[in-house]
């Protein structure tokens, strides 16, 4: 069972524009919401975080939105840059616990 | 600070061999958790182990164990390999537990 999607497996974006990146969740209990980034032969790298109490989070070009309605979140890019195409994986944890739930991952590919 | 560092970083094995992975966690940092990344899986919870305790475990079979030292090291070892253990393996660190996790590079292993 699949607690936390990620859809797209890939997304290619032109240099300068937005990039969005989805994700879906389905176990209510997750109060934590997390996005690494990814290259090759490296561990995830942390980007951008946001707690249940939240429904927006920025930090530069990085936000997240979260919708705990729809139990959705999404990573905004903006502007895109060619450094930013990596694997993308948001996690989810549950209140106090330190297992994040990761998602599949989504390649981006910012071209020029 | 120094980041979380695992050894080695890269591992060839043969079925049935046994292995023992190697973290260090950010310094001040007391919780560490291991999650397996495999092209078909994505990542995937191991364990979490804090003030040498394990405090939360996936769904992994038995031949994968850790532990964790006073100092907040921790070690994973798989017994009796198998090809399907081929994977990259994380080690990730935070604090206390139930906040962002910072990750190591990971040991590649394969199995032959």
């Known amino acids: 069972d699949q607690q936390v999607k990620q859809n797209s497996p890939s997304l290619s974006v032109q240099e300068g524009r937005i990039s969005i990146l989805n994700c879906d969740y389905t176990?209510?209990?997750?109060?934590?919401f997390l996005w690494y980034k990814k290259y090759p032969a490296e561990g995830p790298t942390f980007l951008i975080s946001i707690s249940s109490i939240k429904d927006k989070n920025e930090d530069g070009r990085f936000t997240v939105f979260l919708n705990k309605s729809a139990k959705h979140l999404s990573l905004h890019i903006v502007p895109s840059q060619p450094g930013d195409s990596a694997v993308y994986f948001c996690?989810?944890?549950?209140?106090?616990?330190?297992?994040?739930?990761f998602g599949t991952g989504t390649r981006l590919q910012v071209f020029p | 600070k120094a980041g979380v560092t695992q050894t080695p970083r890269y591992l060839i094995k043969t079925r049935g061999q046994q292995v023992t992975l190697s973290c260090s966690p950010i310094?001040?940092?007391?919780?560490v958790s291991w999650y397996q990344q495999t092209p078909g899986q994505g990542l995937q919870f191991l364990f979490e182990?804090?003030?040498?305790?394990?405090?939360n475990k996936g769904n992994f079979p038995g031949r994968f164990s850790g532990r964790q030292f006073s100092n907040s090291r921790s070690e994973m070892n798989v017994s009796t390999l198998e090809l399907g253990d081929s994977a990259l393996y994380l080690c990730?660190?935070?604090?206390?537990?139930?906040?962002?996790?910072?990750f190591g590079p990971g040991t590649r292993l394969l199995v032959l």
């Open positions: 176990n209510s209990m997750f109060d934590y």
């Open positions: 310094s001040g940092h007391r919780s």
């Open positions: 996690a989810a944890s549950a209140r106090l616990t330190d297992k994040l739930i």
């Open positions: 182990y804090f003030s040498e305790t394990q405090r």
């Open positions: 990730a660190s935070s604090p206390v537990g139930g906040e962002t996790q910072y």
